[in-house]
């Protein structure tokens, strides 16, 4: 199975921090997603990056994907309240999107 | 305006029911699927449809069955319901297979 993982399960931090969430997997992919989960809602999309890239940024986030090492990361930076959620990195290759069981973050005010 | 809306958002039922979930999204997309999320917040696939056609059927009990009517709707039917299918159950949708996915806000099953 290629299901990604992360680490840690659970994170805690001050509002202004930065965190950092960890994603490996098994096998080779095409591409690696983040997404986020808001308590009793559905998933939002967060970044796409695919094999041949390395680093990609979205506003207060950086993705890196090292595919040598099997990992990713993401990285928010300025981390505010309203960042509490669960994050899922999700690896797409010769099988469906396969999902890992998620990072609970929660951002103290 | 939801982009992928699902119905109903809580479904409580009895063992051996039988019911159906609904899901309709109005992004345009053609490809369109169904996840299992359980009480350990693991979410796996159940079903995918890309243009009405089925394209992925993982490893699911035949009670469970897909229905798309056309490309903007993917319904769920669940026959026999057991205790084991309690879960969230989301629907999601997607330009093209290999795309980014717009979720629904999920289906809360709760099997007594």
């Known amino acids: 199975s290629q299901q990604g993982e992360e680490d840690p399960q659970a994170l805690s931090i001050q509002e202004g921090e930065n965190a950092t969430m960890n994603c490996s997997y098994k096998t080779s992919i095409n591409n690696l997603q983040w997404y986020r989960q808001n308590s009793g809602r559905g998933l939002v999309h967060l970044i796409l990056?695919?094999?041949?890239?390395r680093e990609k940024h979205s506003g207060r986030l950086r993705v890196t994907l090292d595919t040598s090492k099997k990992s990713s990361s993401l990285l928010i930076t300025a981390s505010r309240a309203a960042d509490t959620a669960s994050y899922f990195c999700a690896t797409e290759g010769n099988t469906p999107l396969v999902f890992g069981k998620g990072t609970r973050l929660s951002v103290i005010a | 305006d939801t982009a992928v809306s699902q119905t109903p958002k809580y479904l409580v039922t009895q063992m051996g029911n039988d019911k159906s979930i609904k899901c309709e999204q109005n992004?345009?997309?053609?490809?369109m699927y169904w996840y299992k999320q359980d009480s350990k917040k693991f979410l796996k696939i159940m079903f995918s449809y890309n243009n009405k056609e089925l394209i992925i059927n993982e490893t699911v009990p035949n009670r469970f069955s897909p229905k798309s009517p056309d490309k903007a709707h993917l319904n769920l039917h669940i026959n026999s319901l057991e205790l084991g299918d309690s879960a969230v159950y989301f629907c999601?949708?997607?330009?093209?297979?290999?795309?980014?996915?717009?979720f629904g806000d999920g289906t809360r099953l709760s099997i007594l």
């Open positions: 992004l345009g997309h053609d490809t």
């Open positions: 990056i695919r094999s041949n890239e």
């Open positions: 999601a949708s997607s330009p093209q297979p290999d795309q980014p996915q717009h």
